[in-house]
């Protein structure tokens, strides 16, 4: 059996108020799912969803219940709050991590029922969880989903930017050489890379990249850190798009300001719920 990652399989925006994440991300041109909600928690979501991968708006509906460490996240508030990985296979993934001396576990089914009016939805997936110290300065986890054919439905994917798909995720943190030898532990398969003040870690063609705040710029060009973030990094999530002229009509569309590079659009986090967004054209 194969263990390896397989790339991102979504990201987590933690938001204090979820509708109104909601309602900014699709001034930004993204489709959203209905809520879900998360079945005994205390936390529901909104999805952008992709072919392959997608983003998370992640809130708390309820603080009597379990809310999954959200709480501590958006007490400080909204931004990037985690990772989810994808894995060629579930199981083995948690073999070959306990292998190397990482304590993985697999959860319970967890349940998310989605407020579809056009019929009931209720997706079922696992997480695979190890000890925070071995994702350092990330939340991340592996997803496994046991019910994807309920996770998509048609105009979910129909997004007037024109998104197709999650590129790159960069957080700044202070040390990132130090961060090289826990991630080539972690993430089985990827290709890791470091020096000159970054270290990236590739897997499933997408890039997860650690930089000091000095090197922020070589990775997404006239970008400098504004004040520390939410802790304990900033962070620029990237879309692909497959056209950079639909993506600026929708975010003209929604009244968004934005930077215009030429080759990237770029919003800023009091946009975009506390992350810097930027849009890619396909390759």
Wanted: net charge negative; with cysteine.
């Amino acid at each position: 059996m194969n263990g390896a990652f397989a790339g991102f399989d979504h990201v987590l925006i933690g938001a204090r108020d979820l509708a109104a994440a909601r309602q900014r991300f699709e001034r930004l041109g993204f489709a959203t799912t209905p809520l879900g909600r998360h079945r005994g928690w205390g936390t529901g979501n909104h999805c952008i969803v992709f072919e392959r991968d997608y983003i998370e708006l992640m809130g708390i509906l309820d603080r009597s219940k379990f809310v999954n460490r959200i709480d501590r996240f958006v007490d400080q508030g909204e931004g990037l709050m985690g990772l989810a990985w994808a894995a060629a296979n579930g199981p083995a993934a948690v073999e070959d991590l306990r292998g190397k001396g990482i304590e993985a576990t697999r959860s319970d089914e967890i349940v998310r029922p989605i407020d579809d009016p056009a019929g009931e939805r209720n997706p079922r997936f696992r997480s695979i969880d190890w000890p925070d110290e071995r994702s350092p300065k990330l939340w991340s986890f592996i997803i496994e989903h046991l019910t994807p054919e309920l996770e998509r439905a048609p105009g979910w994917l129909d997004h007037p930017n024109g998104a197709v798909c999650l590129t790159a995720l960069t957080l700044v943190v202070e040390d990132p050489n130090a961060l090289t030898g826990p991630y080539s532990r972690l993430v089985t398969g990827a290709a890791v890379s470091s020096g000159d003040g970054a270290v990236s870690i590739v897997s499933g063609g997408q890039r997860l990249s650690f930089v000091a705040p000095g090197a922020l710029g070589r990775f997404h060009a006239g970008l400098a850190p504004e004040g520390q973030g939410v802790p304990p990094f900033q962070a620029v999530l990237s879309v692909r798009v497959s056209a950079l002229d639909r993506a600026r009509d929708a975010l003209n569309a929604g009244q968004i300001g934005f930077g215009d590079l030429g080759d990237v659009l770029r919003v800023p986090p009091d946009l975009a719920c506390g992350v810097w967004l930027e849009f890619r054209a396909a390759q």
